[in-house]
């Protein structure tokens, strides 16, 4: 961190200052004497320092960070992929391409178990369904909740598929316990609170970028849950609101390769909020893994014309079959291609 102090900071004001610097935070600070003013370099663990706080000094004039404000997630300070496995043995970020399908809501028994069985045959490893919806309208339909917790582990059992499914609040932590990867959706990234108890969880996280957060932003929720001590966080870029309105959102596909050279945590995108299309998905699928994505995320509805949610997003099992024999096919063509 780089403070540059206004030109008035008298002597007696600078050793203060310099003083609090080391004994509040740790940090060793260089003092660099100016002809016009006096700049200080932080040489240490900076994150805990209050960029606010700095700047709400009287004889500071400017301050810039010159390190992340994030460490766990920070792939500097852990520079090898973070590996999750799930408790099948099935891994994400090891390298190989993880697919998550399934319907936006889990409706009933029959559907979301007949769109496990079609999304696993075409070799999806991971089944999604949201039993709490975020619905944008108080009137749309708010999902099955417990009941849909229930069908999604009936989907389960039955086709051996782990589940992905999101939470709201912090009070039904429990009552997603036997579930394979907890969801925090775009609306609860910043949903300070929830992530800091699901910190204190050892649950694989699917953490999905806000609709207006930046990178770095998303960086430090995932830095929330994983200094709470729960490391095993998955990033997921699932596009965001630009003036753009030909798609429902506009995919930062940018996002994977930045990520995967800020952080060494997995990443994921979702096509089908990227774009609100189903006709969008297959390119945005090809263009992800291209880009780096550890995995994806579809939506898949056996009769999209009648979802309950995100119809027009939703792929049909037969759609997805295509999408999912093009996306592993690139894959393995990447991979032949990076042993060469
Ligand atoms: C979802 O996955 O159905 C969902 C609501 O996602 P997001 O939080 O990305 O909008
Ligand atoms: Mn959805």
Same mark, same amino acid.
């Given at each position: 961190?780089?403070?540059?102090?206004?030109?008035?900071?008298?002597?007696?004001? *600078?050793?203060?200052?310099?003083?609090?610097?080391?004994?509040?935070?740790?940090?060793?600070?260089?003092?660099?004497?100016?002809?016009?003013?006096?700049?200080?370099?932080?040489?240490?663990?900076?994150?805990?320092?209050?960029?606010?706080?700095?700047?709400?000094?009287?004889?500071? %004039?400017?301050?810039?960070?010159?390190?992340?404000?994030?460490?766990?997630?920070?792939?500097?300070?852990?520079?090898?992929?973070?590996?999750?496995? *799930?408790?099948?043995?099935?891994?994400?970020?090891?390298?190989?391409?993880?697919?998550?399908?399934?319907?936006?809501?889990?409706?009933?028994?029959?559907?979301?178990?007949?769109?496990?069985? %079609?999304?696993?045959?075409?070799?999806?490893?991971?089944?999604?369904?949201?039993?709490?919806?975020?619905?944008?309208?108080?009137?749309?339909?708010?999902?099955?909740?417990?009941?849909?917790?229930?069908?999604?582990?009936?989907?389960?059992?039955?086709?051996?598929?782990?589940?992905?499914?999101?939470?709201?609040?912090?009070?039904?932590?429990?009552?997603?316990?036997?579930?394979?990867?907890?969801?925090?959706?775009?609306?609860?990234?910043?949903?300070?609170?929830?992530?800091?108890? *699901?910190?204190?969880?050892?649950?694989?996280?699917?953490?999905?970028?806000?609709?207006?957060?930046?990178?770095?932003?998303?960086?430090?929720?995932?830095?929330?849950?994983?200094?709470?001590?729960?490391?095993?966080?998955?990033?997921?870029?699932?596009?965001?609101?630009?003036?753009?309105?030909?798609?429902?959102?506009?995919? %930062?596909?940018?996002?994977?390769?930045?990520?995967?050279?800020?952080?060494?945590?997995?990443?994921?995108?979702?096509?089908?909020?990227?774009?609100?299309?189903?006709?969008?998905?297959?390119?945005?699928?090809?263009?992800?893994?291209?880009?780096?994505?550890?995995?994806?995320?579809?939506?898949?509805?056996?009769?999209?014309?009648?979802?309950?949610?995100?119809?027009?997003?939703?792929?049909?099992?037969?759609?997805?079959?295509?999408?999912?024999?093009?996306?592993?096919?690139?894959?393995?063509?990447?991979?032949?291609?990076?042993?060469?």
């Amino acid at each position: 961190m780089i403070i540059v102090l206004k030109p008035e900071c008298t002597k007696e004001q *600078l050793q203060s200052f310099k003083d609090q610097l080391t004994s509040d935070y740790g940090v060793k600070v260089n003092i660099w004497e100016g002809v016009h003013s006096t700049v200080l370099g932080l040489i240490g663990d900076t994150t805990a320092i209050d960029i606010d706080y700095i700047k709400a000094q009287d004889i500071v %004039d400017e301050v810039r960070r010159v390190q992340e404000p994030y460490k766990k997630a920070n792939r500097k300070f852990h520079p090898e992929n973070t590996v999750i496995e *799930l408790s099948n043995g099935l891994k994400i970020g090891d390298g190989s391409l993880t697919i998550m399908a399934g319907p936006c809501s889990v409706e009933s028994s029959e559907q979301i178990c007949e769109i496990a069985r %079609d999304v696993k045959a075409s070799g999806a490893q991971i089944l999604r369904g949201g039993a709490f919806k975020p619905r944008t309208s108080p009137y749309a339909f708010q999902g099955l909740k417990a009941e849909g917790l229930d069908l999604l582990k009936e989907a389960r059992k039955e086709t051996g598929l782990p589940i992905v499914t999101e939470i709201m609040r912090v009070s039904h932590i429990d009552m997603f316990e036997n579930v394979d990867i907890i969801q925090v959706g775009a609306r609860n990234m910043q949903n300070f609170e929830l992530l800091k108890e *699901l910190g204190k969880t050892k649950k694989p996280i699917l953490l999905k970028r806000g609709l207006s957060s930046t990178i770095e932003e998303l960086l430090m929720s995932a830095e929330y849950i994983m200094a709470g001590g729960n490391d095993n966080v998955i990033l997921c870029e699932r596009g965001i609101r630009t003036f753009e309105t030909y798609t429902r959102n506009t995919l %930062d596909l940018s996002a994977v390769p930045v990520l995967k050279s800020l952080s060494h945590l997995p990443v994921v995108v979702d096509p089908s909020h990227g774009t609100g299309k189903s006709s969008l998905v297959e390119s945005m699928s090809m263009a992800a893994v291209a880009a780096g994505a550890d995995g994806l995320i579809i939506e898949v509805h056996n009769n999209p014309k009648k979802a309950l949610s995100d119809g027009a997003q939703s792929l049909t099992p037969k759609q997805f079959d295509h999408v999912a024999k093009s996306v592993f096919g690139l894959k393995n063509y990447l991979n032949s291609q990076a042993n060469k």
